[in-house]
């Protein structure tokens, strides 16, 4: 008998370009920027908002360049320029634009992937866990600093366009590191956190409801016994934390007599164990996934 023959029915091999296994992340990552970049009311709203936010500091340093006020804090007073307190009374604005984008995409992005079934897409085609942190990460830091770190940096530039005079150019050029410093610690901040909260519940809706309830309902628990009982405890609340190191920067210092101010050595602590407690529970998810029956990748 003649041995058995495999004949060719028309399957034809791969010809076409290969990427290396490094730059797998860059596609999820371009994946992440197109999907949030489609949706009008989850993300583009969003971004006009911030525009108006920094074309309305825009205008407030534009109009009061020169002039100042008086802040007292205890007995001592402090002449404040008005134009170098705008960015600073206006970054919480820009924080609270970050957490809605944190809600409608941060939150649904583990989640949706699980509760779609799209962990069997990744892992199929060879994606390995870190690559689709880095890149679902990568693209929400992406995301988040076009809309929390681009306003605060134009605002600082045009600070610094209106100074009058070479010394005070030179006096306030720190303000833009300052600002760089704050901005990108804020997008860190709103773009890891929500995305942990999505790792924890295979649920987006249950996701969107946790991160709304933990940052609103617990922080501002947080953030009232900080201001009455110990002043550690407001470092647990992140928009308190981001608030101390914005006011610890930028040399600024709570108005009033006895409020208690959150220490920066807490604040920055809390914001560090935060994203990096979340970026953890990502990782670990994705493994899981990875190992529970999905097809699995080296």
């Known amino acids: 008998m003649s041995a058995g023959q495999i004949h060719d029915l028309g399957y034809k091999r791969y010809v076409g370009s290969r990427r290396a296994r490094g730059t797998r992340w860059r596609v999820i990552l371009r994946h992440q920027l197109a999907t949030a970049w489609r949706s009008w009311w989850r993300y583009k709203v969003w971004l006009i908002a911030a525009l108006m936010v920094t074309a309305a500091g825009a205008g407030m340093i534009y109009l009061t360049s020169g002039q100042s006020f008086q802040m007292f804090a205890g007995m001592a007073g402090q002449t404040i320029n008005i134009a170098d307190g705008t960015l600073t009374f206006l970054l919480p604005f820009y924080w609270r634009l970050g957490f809605f984008v944190g809600v409608l995409i941060g939150t649904t992005v583990v989640a949706g992937d699980a509760q779609s079934g799209a962990f069997t897409f990744y892992f199929a085609r060879s994606a390995r866990p870190r690559d689709y942190v ?40 720190p303000i833009v590191p300052k600002a760089l410093a704050i901005s990108a610690l804020a997008t860190l901040v709103y773009a890891a956190v ?45 928009t308190t934390a981001l608030e101390a190191v914005s006011l610890r920067l930028f040399d600024f210092r709570v108005m009033g007599r006895h409020i208690p101010i959150t220490p920066l050595g807490p604040a920055l602590a809390s914001i560090a164990v935060h994203c990096t407690a979340a970026i953890a529970i990502v990782a670990w998810r994705v493994r899981e996934a990875q190992r529970s029956g999905v097809v699995g990748s080296s």
Do not use: C, H, Q
């Open 194 to 238: 929500p995305l942990g909260f999505s790792a924890l519940i295979a649920n987006r809706r249950y996701a969107m409801a946790l991160w709304g309830a933990y940052y609103y309902l617990l922080g501002s628990m947080l953030a009232v016994l900080g201001l009455l009982v110990m002043p550690v405890l407001g470092a647990l609340d992140l």
């Open 134 to 173: 880095a890149g679902k990460l990568g693209g929400l830091v992406i995301l988040m600093a076009a809309l929390l770190l681009v306003g605060p940096l134009l605002i600082a530039l045009l600070r610094l366009g209106l100074a009058s005079s070479t010394d005070e150019l030179i006096a306030t050029l």
